[in-house]
């Protein structure tokens, strides 16, 4: 055996002595009690609505100087089950930083609490329900409190995102999943204009009888009369093809079919159907399509 050999040797002996043997620390106690997990570049506070109902707000931000006219900002729909997926996927872009896509604010509006979906988000998202049937069936849950739900965001949220914050006025966006997708168009269709881009995911068009078409039709009217307040609003439609029920995946691509033609007015619209994804895991895959959504500009 040569020196070298024994040398490692020598230093391999030495350390197992210094080394307790294994489950002496499991036996001398328990282990010390695990922290905590805090996502990095992010905060969050509870911000009182004027109707008197709280809400959390998730904020994910890069360190450093804002970019000449500020942030670009995402607004995430049922932030206490998506943020975490959205702020991660920014923050890690940074590691090809010429890509951009961790240049924006991301903001997460949720519910105190650590249930991924409150049952307020019902309310918040709808209108009030006319179906009969509709109604029977979630008697038990709030439903039609969008409109003041929208105040709050756009009056209230908005507003301390400004003042906290060097953002772009203009290059804002907003995301929603499943109800939070229909209350997305809700907002396209009754403010065009308050956000640049809308993001519609896996939308529950079919809620109350498709109550939201009378919406569309009339936004559609208003756009043909007045085709500056579309001009410059983008649209994202996004579907998983396995969606637990098929009329969401028709519901949408119907959309798209019929918003095609108001790209005559200046409505800039996509549709995107995700393969193999189903209702839940559309918002995890449609996540980096979000973020060069946001970033698209002008």
Request: charged share 20%; proline share 7%; glycine share 8%.
């Amino acid at each position: 055996m040569n020196k070298t050999c024994h040398v490692l040797l020598l230093g391999a002996s030495l350390l197992a002595l210094a080394l307790p043997p294994a489950g002496a620390a499991e036996a001398a106690g328990d282990p010390a009690p695990a922290a905590a997990y805090s996502l990095l570049e992010t905060e969050v506070w509870d911000m009182a609505a004027a109707h008197g109902e709280t809400y959390r707000i998730y904020i994910s931000r890069p360190p450093g100087e804002a970019p000449a006219g500020g942030y670009p900002v995402l607004y995430v729909l049922d932030g206490n089950a998506l943020f975490a997926g959205f702020a991660e996927t920014r923050r890690i872009q940074s590691v090809q930083s010429a890509a951009g896509l961790d240049k924006m604010i991301i903001v997460g509006v949720g519910y105190p609490g650590d249930r991924p979906y409150d049952p307020r988000r019902m309310g918040d998202f709808t209108a009030p329900i006319a179906s009969p049937a509709l109604k029977a069936v979630y008697k038990d849950y709030p439903a039609g409190n969008r409109d003041r739900f929208l105040s709050f965001l756009l009056d209230r949220v908005r507003p301390e995102i400004a003042r906290r914050y060097a953002v772009h006025p203009v290059r804002q966006t907003l995301y929603g999943h499943s109800l939070g997708g229909l209350f997305a168009l809700h907002v396209l269709y009754s403010h065009p204009g308050a956000f640049h881009t809308i993001i519609a995911a896996s939308s529950s068009i079919w809620w109350d009888d498709q109550a939201i078409l009378s919406e569309e039709a009339a936004f559609k009217s208003r756009l043909e009369k007045e085709p500056a307040i579309g001009r410059g609003t983008r649209l994202l439609i996004v579907a998983g093809e396995q969606e637990e029920t098929q009329v969401t995946v028709n519901d949408s691509a119907a959309l798209a079919r019929r918003l095609e033609a108001l790209s005559a007015y200046g409505l800039r619209s996509q549709y995107r159907l995700l393969d193999d994804e189903t209702h839940l895991t559309v918002p995890s895959r449609s996540v980096t399509l979000s973020l060069r959504a946001a970033l698209q500009w002008p």
